[in-house]
């Protein structure tokens, strides 16, 4: 699976942006498609999921309510809405796949991964 992210950017605090990641080679059904992040100085975290099969989502408590994840069958597509952004957003945002849904959360069982895209979030 190639993932390719796209979308990232520079807006102020309470802002809109919308991630998208670009899916291809191997059929999809089955796998867990994930959005993480990581600050400067921090480790990486999980920040949303959804089951491509059955748009099963969960997100990290941190973003959960601001935050959306989706995808596009069709187009092979990952999304991520990020509405009423804060500084604490700020991060490099990486798509991730992997087979099974089950502990979505773990950024080391993800085999496959994008190359990232900036998002600075200003007081």
């Known amino acids: 699976v190639q993932l390719q992210a796209s979308g990232g950017g520079m807006v102020q605090a309470g802002g809109s942006l919308r991630l998208s990641c670009a899916a291809s080679?191997?059929?999809?059904?089955?796998?867990?498609m994930s959005w993480f992040r990581q600050a400067p100085g921090k480790e990486r975290e999980f920040v949303a999921t959804?089951?491509?099969?059955?748009?099963?989502?969960a997100y990290a408590d941190s973003v959960k309510g601001r935050f959306t994840v989706s995808r596009d069958k069709v187009k092979k597509m990952l999304y991520l809405q990020m509405n009423g952004l804060e500084p604490e957003d700020t991060a490099v945002y990486f798509c991730s796949a992997k087979f099974n849904y089950g502990k979505y959360y773990r950024g080391n069982d993800y085999v496959f991964w994008g190359q990232g895209t900036q998002v600075t979030v200003s007081s």
């Open positions: 080679g191997r059929p999809l059904s089955g796998y867990a």
């Open positions: 959804i089951s491509w099969s059955n748009g099963s989502a």
